[in-house]
């Protein structure tokens, strides 16, 4: 076979090849692996291992940032008491943790406040605001959220309370009432600014970090023997935020992650530490980690436990505190899983009949507004689409969360949709948003969103195929040749894990294991062999042509490789996402 001849694979897509420039794993492939995902010769230096000093921008050049570290530079100088409001997923407990850490560091002991998903919703609400600043704070700082609360901020600035917002969501071109607004996404952001709109807001608050710090250095306020904090212990928290939020793990997004990692590894942080046991995490987490197993469980808080539990848990010192409360949240993320299981069920019933869509809306009634996020993203990868998935309370008002494909900006159409009166409220950013729609207004938001997106999803669509970077006999799984493709990482969003082609192979002991899960051996002509699994395809065509296969029957495998920790010495298996017949 040549490398790129599959036009149609059993999953209905042509195999295209990433990297024109051949796949001759002989050369260098941690440099092969960097020019096929867009680095040039010259740059390629610098992301061979990603370092901050060589992606770290000058945080003044984001706008407000200075104004923003002068302020609480004022506040921590006058004994002024701080409060964090942070958004109750991953991004906002880590934003929040990370200045909590900080700002106990320079002597101040912030306010912390998360708010809880079923009873106040997304985002600092007025009342919240009002009570801050009724228990003391002057000065609060939104993180992960703010960018669209205008009537909340506008009741803060009235109570007296003063407003920093550090958010990466979009923005409209008003921005709401604060001291400053902090957000890589400002419309009249500056060109270099707006260059890191893909960071999380962990990485903002990470920014806001350095500049508060430049600026308290240069008040004098370490000059006497002062212990100047040391933001580099924090990055655990930014690499988390980071790829839980599925931020693409770009320019300075991934020095934060792969140093952020090295952080982890030293386990510094006892939450990190104890979450990490809980999730059965035996070696040092790798950035899948960071996504599959320590994020959900942060998350499980605030979906369907107690919304303060992430943030609580990042910020103790108490080991026996942070066991507690990291089995806490592993209960919170089993409860979380069963909850998921049944939306997703009928989540995809629903869809189904909308399979011509150029945007799937599906909505019912009791579905539980912690998990609908989750539900939207299985539907965007079964069906190759933008998804939106709505639970609908008793009063018939929906909650909803969506996820997007690559080329589609889903939040430039919700804020479209709110400014036309479809939504009470919603935004986000290009891959994922949230909404809150009025009872009856489902039918209304789904057409105006499939309309106003149909030009965009047919050209992402059209533009769809599984991209291949090296094609393999069934002897070149090894291990060996992980080892050698993590060295192109940390890989996640938009900074793709290498995709292999593996074959001509037969399959053996094929089988479903677990909720779906297609587990199998591959065996090459010269009898060598490895592991594989195709995770929840086994009600899927290309699933069920794998589980239906004949004995004498040789098949082309496309997927992820990954060291085979069962098997041990230089084994690898194989996660599938795609099969052809050979």
Known sequence: MSRLDIERSLSGQPWRWRYQGGDDLTRD????????????????????????????????????????????????????????????????ATSAALLARLLRQLGAEPMLYIPDRLMEGYGPSGAALVELKRR???????????????????????????????????????????????????????????????????????????????????????????????????????ALGTVADVAKLQTLNRAFVTQGLKVMASQRNVGLTALARVAGLKKAPAAR???????????????????????????????????????RLDRYNEERRAIEAAVTEAALEAAEAQADSALLCVAGAGWHPGVVGIVASRLKERFRRPALVIGLDEDGVGKGSGRSISGVDLGAAILAA????????????????????????????????????????????????????????AGGVAGALCDRIEAAGPYGAGWPAPRVAVGPVRLLNVGVVGQGHVRLRAVGDDQRGFKAIAFRAADREWGQALLGARPDQRFWLAGVLKRDEWTGGDAAEMHLEDAAYA
Not at 50 to 64: K, Q
Not at 292 to 312: C, K, Q, S, T, Y
Not at 314 to 320: K, N, R, V
Not at 441 to 461: I, S
């Open 136 to 238: 003391g704070a002057g000065l609060c700082i939104t993180v992960d959220c703010g960018a669209q609360a205008f009537a909340a901020l506008d009741e803060a600035a009235a109570a007296g309370l003063e407003v920093i917002v550090c958010d990466h969501h979009k923005c409209d071109a008003t921005l709401p009432t604060a001291c400053a607004v902090i957000n890589p996404n400002r419309l009249d952001e500056s060109e270099l600014g707006a260059a890191h709109g893909h960071l999380a807001a962990v990485g903002m608050a990470f920014l806001l970090g350095v500049a508060l710090l430049r600026e308290l250095r240069r008040r004098g306020r370490f000059v006497d023997g002062a212990p100047e904090p040391d933001l580099l212990p924090l990055l655990d928290l930014v």
């Open 29 to 92: 492939l941690t440099d092969q692996l960097l020019l096929a995902r867009g680095i040039t010769q010259a740059d390629l230096p610098r992301h061979r291992s990603p370092r901050l000093r060589d992606f770290l921008p000058d945080p003044s050049t984001f706008r407000d940032m200075d104004k923003a570290a002068a302020r609480v530079a004022d506040a921590i100088e006058a004994g002024e008491t701080i409060a964090l409001f942070g958004d109750y997923d991953v991004d906002g």
């Open 289 to 327: 980690d960071l996504g599959f197993a320590l994020g959900p469980r942060i998350n499980a808080g605030g979906r369907v436990g107690e919304a303060d539990l992430g943030v609580r848990l990042l910020t103790t010192e108490d080991a026996a505190e942070a066991e507690e409360i990291a089995a």
């Open 418 to 473: 709110r400014d036309t009166g479809l939504l009470l409220a919603g935004g986000g950013h290009a891959m994922a948003a949230g909404v809150t729609v009025a009872p009856g207004g489902t039918e209304a938001l789904h057409a105006f969103l499939a309309e106003r997106l149909a030009d965009e999803v047919a050209a992402a669509r059209a533009g769809q195929a599984l991209v291949i970077d090296a094609v393999l006999a």
